[in-house]
């Protein structure tokens, strides 16, 4: 390397001997666009090439990417007969072009120039090709070992490297037999030498910063400790800065083992190579489970069906019992947690699987409890550390203060004599839970691997159940701004029953453009609206709010339908033209029996009539999309009979992939004229023959009104001159018209309102009559209209004042009033509650 590697280091111990093995190692890093940023002077020597050739290039040019193997008269063994244990990538090609996203291992033969002659780029031959004509070349077997990087940096890949000539050269001057070299990782990182790495490994990367430096061992250490297999049961780690030699320990455990036989005692498993054999085949089986359990788990992003998964991996392969504790945060489906836990920190059992009896456990621990944790339990050392805690076996004493925390419940059977193993479940270095594991007494104990295999288990399940968190907070997110965008429409209307329904999206988002809305106008009117704005996300939403809005305040200005629509558009065009969206608006009158609509590019509607119960798409004028701009719009008149139902919806209902819009459009028609008990059982009706067939992505609104009507005995009309004498004629009439309709107790109420609201239209009116409406429906609504443009307003009138006070008396007896603007002037109405004897 390029401090270590100029200098040789006497040749280095054995594993068996505590000390790390030592060899020239070259050092190269690759950044994100496969480049070489980084070459050090072990790697000149190695590949042949100065560092000024190196930096800046493509990797895939300068290192090898052959598995070329050693031949079969070599005295080296061919790492290719280990790779099925190590699970390793077939060559080094795979790590270089990105294909591999773990750590590999391997070895290469590279032919290099004669390395004396030239430091041209290295390239590698067939085994036992000849080298080309009229150049001499040295072959030369090559360890490699390379490590994907992440993080906020460049570095995409760390390749270290050795030439395995040098290993053969000291088995020759150290007179020790190598029976097998193999590059290969350790799975933990507590061999000898892992301090010194740590150490020494940012010596050897002078271009970098102390970050970066650091930032590469950790991941290093994390990934795996690159080591060299001289047998299938010896193994020592490397670092930087050496010269290996192997010393063979298998004749002296094998001489360990005679002798100990020799004298009658029994021979311990670990001085047989059956033991060695046995501890190899351990590493692979928790290799494997390792990988089954990252299948398993992580299959959806709901959290609930993930935290099952979790649970259910590990029971009972690798233990008996297996509980599962989430932060209160993270179940409630809220942000992040801050802060590190504490002994008031609220923990929720949210799984609990086990091998025991059915039903020993669910009295006792009962999943959906939450519980605080003391400062002496290892549950709070393992959730304050982060780090995994185990416990070879519970104690009488220790069974004892964990019980304490369950009050009046004796966990202590089911607990005492176990050997425990707690993990932390971390995301982003934050406790999101734990995981407390129990195996039963006459099972093997819990151990240091099992501790490794553990932490490696819950830093993959944490990692998924941060996934599906986040997904569960941000739908709560997207879900509760949907929903404070789409209107809570009433039932009942002024002469017409509404249902309405919103589906989110199910591929592309949970918040779409989409709506409907309602609102209320002169006359027992009601506009009704459907829209969608291209699009999804954010952006939609928030221009559909915007839309809305202006709809509805449009709309209280009681403007036409194709009126409405053409200041919409030109709204649309002054807030930007990134956005287009459909509209389609409808005015019932329930007086008249008429619907007005007018259409902005949006799929017609579907009129249902209660005759004959055939249902038809009303051929409107299409228009141009809200935001095209500089289009005319026009409207329609539709006569209905009471019964007739309308149906609008947005295109995300009837459009499905792959399949033509009219056929949409027809199973719209065919499933709004099914008969229903109810106007929610008829949206459902349409729901589920729309949204069974599979492929919808948009999100979806419905919005049914049925259109009663209002019955001609149920309005009352008078025309007033303008003469304050016509005041009392007004209530009068008024009176005996409430009396009528069985509503005498209004009639106090209603009267004198009436007096004040025609009092100030017979003062401000011009030229035309005052006209004096009642409405009798779900409410009793007085509407006075008058010639006056100016709307009135709500003053803080004294009580001997002698204006502003109709107005006050108005709010303060009336169930809702207000004021709108029509042709010819305005309105005031105000309504009171109905109920008929």
């Given amino acids: 390397m390029d401090r270590g590697s100029e200098r040789d280091a006497p040749a280095g111990l054995g ?19 496969g480049r070489v940023s980084h070459w050090s002077t072990g790697a000149r020597r190695l590949f042949g090439a100065a560092r000024e050739e190196a930096i800046g290039r493509a990797v895939l040019d300068l290192l090898p990417v052959s598995g070329a193997l050693p031949e079969e008269d070599d005295e080296i063994t061919p790492y290719g007969a280990y790779a099925a244990y ?43 090709a000849p080298p080309p004509e009229g150049q001499g070349r040295d072959r030369t077997d ?165 935290i099952v998964e979790v649970s259910r991996a590990v029971v009972p392969r690798f233990t008996d019992v297996a509980g599962t504790y989430l932060r209160e945060q993270v179940v409630a489906g809220e942000g992040f947690p801050d802060g590190v836990p504490d002994t008031t920190t609220m923990w929720h059992r949210v799984a609990l699987e086990h091998t025991d009896e059915p039903g020993r456990w669910d009295d006792v621990v009962p999943v959906g409890e939450a519980m605080p944790f003391p400062a002496h339990t290892p549950f709070f050392q393992c959730m304050t550390s982060g780090e995994p805690v185990l416990v070879p076996r519970i104690s009488e004493e220790m069974g004892h203060a964990i019980a304490a925390q369950f009050e009046k419940r004796d966990i202590r059977p089911l607990i005492t004599g176990r050997s425990m193993l707690v993990v932390p479940l971390k995301a982003r270095n934050v406790v999101l839970g734990f995981m407390i594991l129990l195996r039963h007494p006459e099972r093997e104990l819990f151990n240091d691997m099992d501790r490794v295999t553990g932490a490696e288990l819950a830093a993959r399940a944490g990692l998924v159940l941060d996934n599906a968190r986040m997904y569960t907070f941000q739908e709560s997110v997207a879900e509760t701004l949907q929903d404070s965008m789409l209107p809570h429409i009433p039932p009942r209307m002024a002469g017409c029953d509404i249902a309405t329904r919103y589906l989110p999206g199910t591929l592309l988002g949970r918040v779409g453009g989409d709506w409907f809305d309602s609102v209320k106008l002169p006359g027992a009117r009601t506009a009704l609206v459907v829209g969608d704005v291209m699009g999804h996300g954010l952006n939609s939403a928030a221009m559909m709010g915007q839309l809305r809005t202006a709809v509805q305040t449009m709309a209280a200005m009681d403007l036409p339908p194709a009126q409405l629509l053409r200041n919409l558009d030109d709204l649309a065009q002054r807030l930007g033209d990134t956005y287009l969206a459909t509209c389609l608006y409808a005015v019932y009158d329930p007086i008249e029996g008429e619907l007005h609509l007018a259409n902005a590019g949006h799929i017609p509607p579907v009129l249902v009539r209660a005759v004959d119960g055939r249902s038809e798409l009303l051929d409107l004028p299409t228009g141009a999309p809200i935001g095209v701009g500089g289009v005319a719009f026009e409207s329609l008149r539709v006569r209905v009979e009471p019964g007739d139902r309308l149906v609008m919806c947005t295109d995300g209902l009837v459009e499905m992939r792959g399949e033509d819009i009219g056929v949409g459009l027809a199973t719209l028609c065919e499933s709004a004229a099914h008969p229903a008990a109810s106007m929610d059982h008829a949206c459902d009706t349409i729901i589920r023959a729309l949204n069974t067939r599979g492929g919808r992505k948009d999100d979806v609104a419905l919005l049914m009104a049925r259109l009663n009507g209002i019955e001609p005995d149920d309005v009352a009309e008078w025309r007033l001159a303008l003469d304050p004498a016509e005041v009392g004629r007004a209530r009068a009439a008024v009176r005996e018209q409430l009396h009528d309709w069985g509503l005498g107790r209004l009639a106090d109420p209603a009267e004198l309102m009436v007096s004040e609201l025609v009092t100030n239209a017979v003062r401000h009116s011009h030229s035309r009559p005052v006209q004096l409406r009642l409405i009798c429906g779900e409410t009793l609504l007085c509407e006075v209209d008058d010639d006056d443009h100016t709307l009135p307003t709500l003053l803080n009138a004294r009580p001997d004042a002698d204006a502003g006070r109709g107005l006050r008396v108005v709010s303060t007896l009336a169930r809702e009033w207000g004021t709108s603007r029509t042709a010819a002037g305005k309105t005031v109405w105000f309504e009171l509650t109905s109920r008929r004897r």
């Fill in 142 to 306: 090559v360890l490699w070992w390379a490590y994907p990087l992440v993080g906020p940096g460049d570095e995409r890949l760390l390749v270290l490297a050795a030439d395995a000539e040098r290993l053969h050269g000291a088995e020759q001057d150290e007179g020790v037999a190598f029976e097998r070299i193999a590059p290969g990782f350790a799975l933990h990182t507590d061999f000898p030498g892992a301090e010194e790495l740590a150490r020494r490994l940012p010596e050897i990367l002078p271009s970098m910063s102390v970050d970066e430096s650091a930032r590469i061992v950790a991941q290093v250490l994390e990934l795996g400790y690159p080591i060299l297999e001289f047998s299938q049961n010896d193994r020592v780690p490397v670092t930087p800065d050496w010269g290996v030699a192997r010393r063979t320990e298998r004749k002296a455990r094998r001489a360990r083992a005679a002798h100990a036989a020799a004298q009658g005692l029994p021979v311990p498993a670990e001085l047989t190579d059956e033991g060695e054999d046995l501890e190899y085949a351990a590493v692979r089986e928790r290799l494997e489970f390792l990988n089954e359990v990252s299948g398993k788990i992580g299959t959806s992003l709901d959290l609930s069906r993930t």
């Fill in 86 to 128: 190590d699970g390793l990538g077939p060559d080094l090609e795979s790590s270089l072009d990105g294909r591999l996203n773990f750590p590999a291992a391997g070895r290469a033969r590279l032919t290099v120039p004669g390395r004396s002659e030239s430091l041209s780029v290295p390239a590698l031959s067939e085994p036992g």
């Fill in 15 to 33: 594993a068996g001997d505590g000390a790390v093995g030592r060899i020239p190692l070259a050092v190269v890093v690759v950044d994100r666009a």
